[in-house]
């Protein structure tokens, strides 16, 4: 499925801070085309054409863990360099100003908004597979076609803002995915939504490959 030839493979940095099932993310970008290193090595995520935040679990011991890494000063850096960032599950939440899941502590402030609880009128956590329903055009959810189902694990998700590009029908609209600028981020588990996920992976691996050839 990927649309980068072998010799052109991006390097791709997955920030191991320790904590949640990094390596799915990791063999994941890997399938579709990409170099990628699971690391906490900052030569190397300086020099990664992308960089990809995963999580599960809770937001506060992510965070916490991130923090212990160094690793948020980095991702921000990154973010901030404009290189292309991809933030998974509770590393999308991390994104976001806070979490009610943990209102003493910070976020990575990318977007201004706080991770707020699922309603109460539905099961938490969602655990199935649901369908996108598409807000805005974007290149992360190209050539998804008419049904793109994908797969949720999440109690939290931050409300529908200007920065959604995604929903999900979960007791009302629930954000899937954002977006702004170099920076990619997806409530759901790509790396386990099949067909449709694989998609999605391999267009940011194609955005990584085409924002290095612009820098180089």
């Not at 940095?13 to 090595?41: P, Q």
Request: a negative charge; glycine letters at 10%; proline letters at 6%.
């Amino acid at each position: 499925m990927s649309t980068v030839k072998a010799e052109e493979r991006p390097l791709l940095a997955v920030l191991d801070y320790g904590i949640g099932n990094l390596h799915s993310a990791h063999k994941g970008f890997s399938h579709v085309g990409a170099d990628t290193r699971l690391t906490a090595d900052r030569g190397l995520i300086n020099d990664a054409c992308g960089v990809v935040l995963p999580g599960v679990g809770a937001f506060g011991p992510c965070m916490r863990a991130l923090r212990a890494a160094g690793l948020d000063e980095v991702a921000l850096d990154r973010i901030g360099a404009g290189v292309p960032f991809f933030g998974i599950c509770i590393g999308m939440q991390m994104l976001f100003a806070g979490s009610a899941e943990a209102p003493e502590v910070e976020g990575l402030g990318v977007f201004a908004q706080t991770v707020q609880p699922l309603p109460d009128t539905v099961k938490r956590p969602q655990i199935q597979w649901n369908k996108l329903n598409v807000h805005k055009k974007h290149p992360m959810l190209n050539d998804l076609g008419d049904e793109a189902w994908v797969y949720f694990v999440h109690s939290y998700a931050p409300e529908v803002g200007e920065e959604v590009i995604a929903t999900c029908d979960y007791g009302g609209p629930v954000t899937a995915a954002v977006a702004r600028d170099n920076v990619w981020a997806a409530q759901f588990h790509p790396e386990k939504s099949g067909a449709t996920g694989l998609r999605i992976l391999s267009n940011f691996v194609a955005y990584a490959s085409d924002a290095a050839k612009v820098a180089a």
